[in-house]
């Protein structure tokens, strides 16, 4: 009969995200959140939800709409979304994904962790539905430039540091929190915000926290609802920094003339618009002039972030993946019997156990302010980690879905979505070219701070032959300056799976750090996953992805 279905596997919800998920448990103790084990597992339970997860598919089934104007044909420049879409805002935002790095203690000091903490919500809330992150990255991801104008500080950090979702359009001082968007490209420009057109004339003298008239355009405008954007504009003095809100202190709408909403690959419940400035209001942070320094504050968070959501992807579809092999029988067997198939799982999950080392040890790194090791770490491993874990997650996905047969490819899945989500990450908040040769620029403008992440990778790498070749070609390749431009990628890839090696050495499981330095830092050339595993512990590999 039909209406049997036998052979399939059941239903991949009420999953606790958190607790099923020794990586990540691991990875968030060993960084130093141990205090926020519980309250993680608490999100983790929320996020593996029957109800939250389809709150994920509807907020992209009904994807955002732009509505520019009234029907008597005034300006409304507003975005109209899925109520689901705004219950995913309200509960990331309650768990403070859009705040919680800046928080303080009843002392005023900072909470130990944070950004490890926060990594650990944010890698599950990514799961859960990945487009809502883009705002409540953006949000967490402004304070730091903020604080380069303490006066803008002053007024709004308050606001972000509120956990109530408030999706209003009015202005923010009725708010009872707000969200910060950005603006940086243009048509002409893209990556090159130097070659930007978008004028910014000062009111009266000028300087920073001055208001400043803004005429121009952005070809990519992210969350066009925030309450506020970081723009870049070219001020008499050179491209610059400006705070652009969208209601202005006496109340009117500032002059922000959505165009268009982009119509993209992935990323669908969250908006990403084109924009024109009509003469737009905007308050200069720090000199004019010092625009690209003022907002890479920013982009530095917004980079760790693309990381921590793309390992956050990879580990839901590696998941899905097991949990399908464990339930389907083929031949005979269940997938999961299969050892061409458990190879396969387990190769994946190799991937995923090094982003998850990566990525939370580079959050680790932005606890440590003061910290001149940890500060050399952020530096030269933030491009790094965004580049391998972003470039690796399509690909890994992509075999994930191949695992499901069919049944992956088809929507309801919910694999589909997934592997449309990952390329983002890679492409936004600087592509992989941009990447490497951010880490260029490290090697070359700032040696000190490789040598310092490259002393550490010596003594994690010390009585292991594999790691210390790893070493040895890096140093080979920094050693032919020539052709350092042409094999930057290369570069970069190696730092990443050294960094990641070593990482898993000293503190992953021995099994599953072994074989990720066996297949990746050596052994035979391979393009796809399955191979080079035929001496590893696969059964204990699996036996962490799902207990």
Not at 523 to 529: A, D, L, N, T, V
């Amino acid at each position: 009969m039909t209406d049997e279905i036998p052979n399939q596997s059941p239903p991949f919800v009420d999953i606790n995200l958190f607790t099923t998920d020794a990586a990540l448990q691991e990875a968030v103790e060993r960084e130093g959140a141990d205090y926020a084990l519980e309250q993680l597992a608490e999100f983790g339970a929320v996020c593996g939800s029957a109800e939250a997860l389809e709150r994920g598919r509807l907020a992209n089934e009904y994807p955002p709409r732009l509505k520019t104007h009234d029907p008597k044909g005034r300006r409304l420049d507003i975005v109209e979304f899925h109520p689901a879409y705004h219950a995913c805002m309200a509960r990331s935002m309650a768990e403070g994904l859009h705040c919680s790095s800046w928080e303080r203690d009843k002392t005023g000091s900072p909470l130990p962790a944070a950004n490890v903490a926060r990594a650990g919500a944010f890698y599950m809330a990514a799961q859960m539905e990945a487009g809502h992150c883009c705002p409540l990255t953006m949000t967490n991801a402004s304070v730091p430039t903020l604080r380069l104008q303490p006066e803008l500080a002053n007024e709004w950090v308050p606001r972000i540091l509120s956990r109530r979702y408030d999706p209003a359009f009015r202005p923010a001082a009725e708010k009872a929190s707000v969200t910060i968007g950005m603006g940086m490209t243009e048509k002409q420009g893209g990556t090159d915000v130097r070659a930007n057109t978008t004028l910014a004339q000062p009111v009266a003298n000028g300087g920073p926290g001055g208001e400043y008239i803004i005429s121009g355009h952005k070809w990519f405008f992210s969350a066009p609802m925030c309450d506020a954007f970081l723009v870049l504009a070219q001020a008499p003095g050179g491209l610059s920094c400006f705070l652009v809100p969208r209601h202005l202190p006496d109340g009117t709408v500032n002059a922000l003339r959505l165009q268009r909403l982009k119509d993209k690959l992935g990323n669908r419940s969250n908006a990403s618009a084109e924009v024109e400035f009509h003469g737009a209001l905007g308050w200069l942070i720090a000199e004019e002039g010092r625009g690209v320094p003022a907002i890479i504050e920013m982009v530095t968070y917004t980079r760790l972030d693309c990381a921590v959501a793309s390992a956050g992807l990879m580990r839901l579809a590696l998941a899905m993946a097991v949990h399908h092999a464990r339930h389907r029988a083929v031949f005979g067997r269940l997938l999961i019997d299969q050892p061409l198939m458990a190879h396969v799982l387990a190769d994946m999950a190799l991937d995923v156990e090094a982003a998850v080392a990566l990525v939370f040890r580079l959050a680790r790194s932005f606890d440590r302010i003061e910290d001149e090791r940890a500060a050399a770490w952020r530096r030269l491993m933030t491009p790094v980690t965004k580049f391998w874990v972003c470039k690796i997650a399509p690909v890994m996905i992509g075999e994930a879905m191949e695992c499901l047969g069919g049944n992956g490819y088809v929507e309801e899945n919910g694999m589909a979505r997934i592997y449309r989500e990952a390329p983002v990450n890679s492409i936004w908040e600087g592509s992989g070219n941009v990447m490497a040769l951010d880490v260029l620029r490290v090697l070359q403008r700032e040696p000190e701070i490789a040598q310092v992440v490259f002393q550490e990778l010596a003594q994690a790498a010390s009585d292991d032959r594999r790691l210390e070749a790893a070493l040895d070609r890096i140093a080979s390749l920094l050693h032919e300056p020539r052709l350092l431009d042409l094999r930057a990628r290369e570069l970069v890839e190696a730092l990443a799976l050294t960094a990641a090696g070593a990482i898993l050495r000293i503190h992953g499981h021995p099994d599953v750090a072994d074989a990720f330095i066996a297949t990746r830092l050596a052994g035979p050339p391979r393009q796809s996953y399955g191979q080079g595993l035929e001496f590893a512990n696969t059964t204990a590999i699996l036996g962490r992805v799902l207990p």
